[in-house]
């Protein structure tokens, strides 16, 4: 397998490790270099039954997946479409943590790192349910409640198909819900236009690019109204800097009667490097926060010890949201694993 093309598997098993997988790569200026494509398709077609977390719900269709992934490495012409050809097999897993390390202008956007609206069926319509801050959609004047019409011309069911390839008949809706977001998210280098209904009118706006630009501090620390401490996390579980900066935050917050952590705007992911010491600032001692089932073998419980020089024991509430990716959804579902807080948010 050629590394510089596809480098799926150390993200392929989201429910086996708290990784770091999910930040969005930049498009390339550079071409991406000469890979024997044929050869792999064939190895991704056989390593995901063998490895992927999640088969089940896409054995039906994965022979269609192999075989059209094959017939088009036969024919691409270049190496853009041979690129185009191992992102479509990645779509048809339909999952965050599966992403190629490379991409293109004409690359999708990895959804939710690079997305900005989440958009679901509700009555026969597709609503959107979800708008993130100081997105390019929140910018353009999209709302929670507003109908998705069309978007770069093409309907939901439409803009769902551009995005599965194989098993096209029944998606599961999971599927569908996760199709049309993608193909919302739109591309890196393609303009962004979107109709929608509002309260019986038609309108249409154009969109800027969804990512959103962050903050110059990776944490952010005020105390609110009735001595609650409150803290943000920018987008930035990633960097080795965010430890400290928590660290002083929390410090600062230490006289409060709880705490407020807002996890909504960390979809880029990050690692269990950032994660844990953050873990172990509310616990004093080891604790158990994650449970891993490998398959025909052992349950192991992760656990996460205690970190600083204090323990905050107050109560803690985690805000979490559509825009929660990876390990900030790691850190939401930890806390909840060491009976440490309160999450409160959306899906």
């Not at 194989?166 to 890196?188: E, F, Q, S, Y």
């Not at 107050?314 to 990716?325: A, H, Y």
Request: with cysteine; hydrophobic share 40%.
């Amino acid at each position: 397998m050629s590394k510089a093309q596809f480098s799926l598997f150390a993200c392929l098993i989201p429910a086996l490790a708290l990784a770091s997988c999910s930040s969005q790569p930049q498009p390339s200026t550079a071409e991406t270099p000469a890979v024997d494509l044929l050869a792999d398709v064939r190895t991704i077609c056989d390593e995901v039954p063998a490895r992927y977390a999640y088969f089940e719900a896409r054995v039906a269709y994965w022979p269609e997946t192999c075989a059209r992934a094959e017939a088009a490495a036969v024919s691409a012409g270049d190496k853009s479409a041979s690129l185009a050809v191992l992102e479509r097999m990645v779509d048809d897993l339909y999952e965050p943590h599966a992403a190629l390390n490379t991409n293109n202008q004409n690359s999708p956007r990895l959804v939710p790192t690079g997305s900005d609206l989440w958009i679901e069926p509700i009555d026969g319509r597709y609503i959107i349910t979800a708008v993130r801050p100081m997105s390019g959609a929140a910018k353009a004047g999209l709302k929670v409640g507003d109908e998705l019409i069309s978007f770069n011309g093409q309907t939901p069911q439409e803009l769902a198909m551009s995005r599965i390839h194989a098993g096209k008949a029944d998606p599961a809706p999971k599927r569908l819900i996760w199709a049309i977001n993608a193909a919302v998210a739109g591309t890196h280098a393609a303009p962004r236009h979107i109709d929608i209904r509002r309260e019986g009118n038609l309108l249409s706006f154009d969109m800027a690019k969804p990512e959103v630009t962050q903050p110059d501090e990776l944490v952010t620390a005020q105390t609110l109204t009735g001595n609650i401490g409150y803290i943000r996390v920018n987008n930035s579980l990633g960097n080795s800097g965010t430890v400290p900066a928590f660290n002083a935050a929390l410090e600062t917050l230490r006289q409060t009667d709880g705490l407020i952590l807002d996890l909504r705007e960390t979809a880029s992911g990050g690692s269990t490097d950032i994660a844990e010491p953050i873990l172990g600032r509310f616990i004093d001692q080891p604790t158990a926060y994650q449970r891993t089932v490998m398959p025909n073998g052992p349950v192991i419980d992760r656990k996460v010890k205690p970190s600083g020089p204090w323990t905050y024991d107050k109560p803690v509430i985690v805000l979490v949201g559509r825009w929660t990716g990876s390990m900030g959804e790691g850190m939401a579902v930890g806390f909840d694993g060491m009976s440490r807080d309160t999450d409160a948010g959306t899906d």
